[in-house]
């Protein structure tokens, strides 16, 4: 839990922290991690610290942005699912497999080759895909919860379909569904990794998967440069895993 | 287009060349003939290769599968394995240990772990080799090229298997816990069978199960990670076929590689089921 707050907050904070800009030349390109350069610098003299800064703070910007596409995607398709069965539960469903029969990784390569490499592509394409497990929990979440007494006392008031769900039901999944969205944007965030590593992230901004990438050429001389990001990365999806863990310790305390 | 002619063709040879490749007629007609061509196995003509894309592709297949596969494999049994480990003695040192390094391999990008042994055991320590599929100077006899070429799939499998065997560890070893605790376990145990043979034979049984049913859901990821390793050692296959394709916008290699990998992943979640279907009773008889 310390982990993501740390993670968080330093990305919050970086812009301010980073003794460097993302692109700025700043010292002799490829040397090792010194006083000055706590990271080392890459190949043309970058300083690595304020690169893997910057680039967590897009893997987590991009795995924000997924997110809350999968939350209001997932949401809506999980919780109307759930809550009218019947027909529309069964439609719904073939849909969610459909779209989890198919590879997101080559989706999304072949969706950049079509369009433009770039944040909005991955952060659509990405959160097109990511939907399916979230929404396969709130639904669960919303049909357990549908026959319980507070569910049938609002209706007995006279409250609308669309009210409980709204007012009594969702306020309820939230606890359960933060578990799994944590762990959706870990996923993403190594999937956008990986696509930065293959050269298919958004050129223009810094990214972790392409300090790797550079890495690739010089491994025999620069190891820092292989190290870090990568390391980064692990880092902030342990996190992520580690809050999505300790939530759901939290929540099943409660209950 | 432009991967097709150049920079510096004209109007008109551009022009002549959307007619040779069909470009220029409407989105909804190429797409028919794509389909129609695909159903008899024929996924066009590579804009760069110039050649069939079957073929093309069909190169670079068995590279990839081989590394894929012995992933698969290695992945599966070293789950499994981590996996009855971690549930002999849960909350022991063995099962922290296990699910400890199971959650870091989770949580790390296969390019860095790829990256990394490359570092140490290539560059430093020098036991595997540190690029491509073969050496530059094959060896003569069959069984010195087969050793060669295991000792060129060492590393990259090993990295590819590390990236599936987390999940697979974690559901084995739940599985196998909860499996431990049931009553015919305790009746196994009651009657006096050995520590040993109720692990293995009673209650791992039982819990590989849904663990089929995961290995085939995770072929997808499992060719993802894939891609990555064949760029990170070099590796011949299809997934480096693929990011060129999408470097030299080479449309048809790009959407030949899509559908298989797609259909891969697909066919193998239906094999799964269906075997897991057949291996739970209670399944089949609902």
Redesign the interface.
Same mark, same amino acid.
């Given at each position: 839990m310390t982990l993501t707050v740390l993670v968080v907050v330093s990305a919050i904070v970086g812009p301010v922290v980073a003794p460097y800009g993302p692109f700025e030349l700043a010292g002799p390109p490829l040397s090792p991690p010194t006083g000055s350069h706590l990271m080392g610098t890459d190949a043309l003299g970058r300083d690595l610290l304020s690169g893997v800064i910057h680039g967590t703070r897009t893997s987590l910007a991009i795995g924000g942005g997924v997110g809350v596409l999968v939350a209001l995607i997932g949401t809506a398709v999980g919780a109307v699912s759930g809550y009218l069965g019947g027909r529309v539960d069964d439609v719904l469903m073939r849909l969610t497999e459909i779209v989890q029969?198919? $590879? #997101?990784?080559? =989706?999304a %390569?072949?969706a950049?080759?079509l369009f433009e490499p770039g944040v909005d592509t991955l952060v659509v394409v990405l959160g097109l895909t990511s939907w399916v497990i979230f929404a396969r929990v709130v639904r669960a979440e919303v049909i357990s919860l549908r026959h319980r007494e507070f569910v049938e006392a609002a209706r007995a008031q006279g409250a609308s379909r669309r009210r409980v769900l709204f007012s009594e039901i969702l306020p309820n999944v939230a606890g359960v569904s933060v578990v799994y969205l944590a762990l959706v944007v870990?996923h993403v965030i190594?999937l956008e990794?990986?696509l930065g590593? /293959? &050269? =298919?992230g958004d050129p223009n901004v810094a990214s972790l &998967?392409q300090l790797?990438r550079q890495? #690739?050429e010089f /491994?025999?001389t620069a190891?820092w440069m292989? =190290?870090f $990001? &990568? =390391?980064a %990365?692990?880092v902030v999806? /342990?996190g992520l895993?580690l809050f999505g863990d300790a939530w759901n310790e939290a929540e099943s305390r409660r209950t | 287009m432009l991967a097709l002619a150049g920079d510096s063709g004209d109007a008109e040879y551009y022009a002549f060349m959307r007619d040779k490749f069909g470009l220029d007629e409407p989105l909804a007609s190429q797409f028919a003939v794509f389909s129609r061509n695909l159903l008899t196995g024929d996924l066009g003509t590579s804009y760069v290769h110039g050649r069939d894309v079957m073929e093309v592709i069909g190169e670079r297949l068995g590279a990839t599968a081989l590394l894929a596969g012995t992933a698969l494999v290695l992945s599966t049994v070293g789950g499994v394995f981590l996996g009855v480990v971690g549930a002999s003695r849960p909350g022991g040192w063995r099962d922290v240990g296990v699910t400890g390094f199971t959650l870091g391999m989770y949580a790390a990008p296969v390019f860095w772990i790829g990256q990394i042994s490359l570092l140490v055991f290539s560059l430093r320590l020098g036991w595997f080799p540190v690029n491509g599929m073969t050496s530059a100077v094959v060896p003569e006899t069959a069984w010195g090229r087969g050793l060669d070429l295991a000792h060129h799939l060492a590393l990259p499998a090993m990295v590819l298997a590390s990236q599936q065997v987390a999940s697979i560890a974690r559901l084995t070893r739940t599985g196998v816990v909860d499996e431990l605790e049931s009553p015919h376990v305790r009746t196994a145990r009651a009657k006096g069978v050995p520590r040993r043979t109720v692990l293995l034979r009673h209650a791992l049984r039982r819990a590989l199960l849904p663990v089929v049913t995961v290995v085939g859901a995770r072929v997808g990821y499992l060719l993802a990670g894939a891609t990555v390793v064949e760029i990170v050692f070099g590796w011949p296959g299809i997934g480096r076929l693929m990011l060129t394709a999408v470097q030299n916008r080479d449309i048809p290699i790009l959407l030949g590689v899509f559908l298989i990998a797609a259909g891969t992943a697909v066919v193998a979640n239906l094999l799964t089921d269906l075997t897991y279907g057949k291996l739970d009773p209670r399944i089949s008889r609902s």
């Open positions: 029969a198919m $590879p #997101q990784f080559f =989706l %390569i072949v950049i080759a870990a190594l990794a990986s590593f /293959l &050269g =298919l &998967g790797a890495a #690739q /491994l025999r190891w292989a =190290l $990001p &990568g =390391l %990365i692990m999806v /342990l895993n | -």
